[in-house]
């Protein structure tokens, strides 16, 4: 089984600023996808951005871009010039190639203020 | 294109009762998938079906149960309900099966409190 881990349970920053959320994550498998949601107060789940393990290129969307770092099995997620709209719980998330029993493996999420 | 759709939004249940809910996936996706989330715990994976079929299950109890309809609509069932079962149940539904590669789209979820 995997693991996901978000060590940091609360991020504060100012309006426009960057910030990096942080993702470590352990598994024996070596063809996997890597995903990062927001959960505003809606509750709605939202995908962010999708990683696939096999390309070594980093993904981007618009604000959002991440390193992925496959040896370190480190997966951050970086929010250039944050907006309020941003303010959500970020949840970083793992599975492997074609499902399994284990779903979607979820870290337990990074409460990210951005503060006016 | 509507979103996922799960009813009710919110509900109370007492111990012993059970409870379905339901979740209507986006037009074309034959995925359904289900997740639970609570404060201790986190989200935790429960089942996927794809084409009427439960093709992954998580590691709950065999009283959590699934099924999907031929038109991808899918319920959940929870039966002799126990106070830890309250949590917000999240569907999410996918173009198709194994989920990596085609993005999960979540609905709003059903928040079951259980009394």
């Known amino acids: 089984a995997q693991t996901v881990t978000q060590s940091q349970p609360e991020m504060s920053v100012q309006e426009a600023e960057t910030v990096t959320l942080s993702c470590t994550y352990d598994?024996?498998?070596?063809?996997?996808?890597l995903f990062w949601y927001k959960q505003p107060p809606s509750r709605q789940m939202i995908l962010v951005i999708r990683?696939?393990?096999?390309?070594?290129q980093n993904a981007t969307e618009n604000r959002f871009s991440v390193n992925f770092q496959k040896a370190a099995k480190s997966f951050s997620l970086k929010i250039s010039d944050s907006q309020l709209g941003d303010t959500a719980m970020y949840f970083c998330?793992?599975?492997?190639?074609?499902?399994?029993?284990?779903?979607?493996?979820f870290g337990k999420g990074t409460h990210l203020i951005i503060q006016p | 294109k509507a979103g996922v759709t799960q009813t009710p939004r919110y509900l109370i249940k007492t111990r012993g009762q059970q409870v379905t809910l339901s979740c209507s996936p986006i037009?074309?996706?034959?995925?359904v998938s289900w997740y639970q989330q609570t404060p201790g715990q986190g989200l935790q994976f429960l089942f996927e079906?794809?084409?009427?079929?439960?093709?992954n299950k998580g590691n709950f109890p065999g009283r959590f149960s699934g099924r999907q309809f031929s038109n991808s609509r899918s319920e959940m069932n929870v039966s002799t309900l126990e106070l830890g079962d309250s949590a917000l149940y999240l569907c999410?539904?996918?173009?198709?099966?194994?989920?990596?590669?085609?993005?999960?789209?979540f609905g709003n979820g059903t928040r079951l409190t259980v009394t």
């Open positions: 999410a539904s996918s173009l198709g099966q194994g989920l990596g590669n085609s993005p999960l789209h």
């Open positions: 598994t024996s498998e070596n063809n996997y996808y």
């Open positions: 990683q696939e393990a096999y390309k070594q």
């Open positions: 998330a793992f599975m492997k190639r074609g499902g399994g029993a284990d779903g979607l493996t």
């Open positions: 037009s074309g996706h034959r995925s």
């Open positions: 079906y794809f084409s009427e079929t439960q093709r």
